[in-house]
């Protein structure tokens, strides 16, 4: 086996449960990353946009995934509440995920995992 060893391979599956368990047992890997992205960026940084183009994915895949993060993932769908929109103050058009009281929280938590 090249480029992970077992070692690695072991904490990164540990951090990666300690994550699902602590936000919610099914979420998606994308949705583990832009959080990560959150809490690792500036403020005004993580956007649909911003995601769709660091990871090559489509912009309606960007989207659902950021919206899920947030309190409404869709009209008649919760999400998970860690971020919040919020708007970039000379365009309104542009909204970038910001973390939310519960958000900072899992930060918390998932800090003493990471570390």
């Known amino acids: 086996m090249t480029g992970i060893n077992k070692q690695g391979s072991s904490v990164f599956i540990k951090r990666l449960l300690a994550f699902r368990e602590e936000v919610w047992e099914e ?63 000379s365009d309104h058009r542009t909204k970038y995920l910001s973390l939310t009281a519960k958000g900072r929280e899992t930060a918390g938590y998932l800090g003493r995992v990471f570390m």
Do not use: N
Not at 47 to 66: E, F, L, N, P, V
């Open 27 to 89: 979420i998606h890997p994308l949705q583990m990353i832009a959080i990560l992205e959150v809490l690792s960026s500036p403020s005004y940084t993580v956007s649909a946009q911003y995601m769709s183009d660091k990871y090559g994915i489509s912009q309606a895949s960007a989207s659902r995934h950021c919206r899920k993060l947030t309190h409404r993932a869709s009209p008649t769908t919760d999400g998970y509440g860690l971020c919040e929109w919020i708007f970039d103050g």
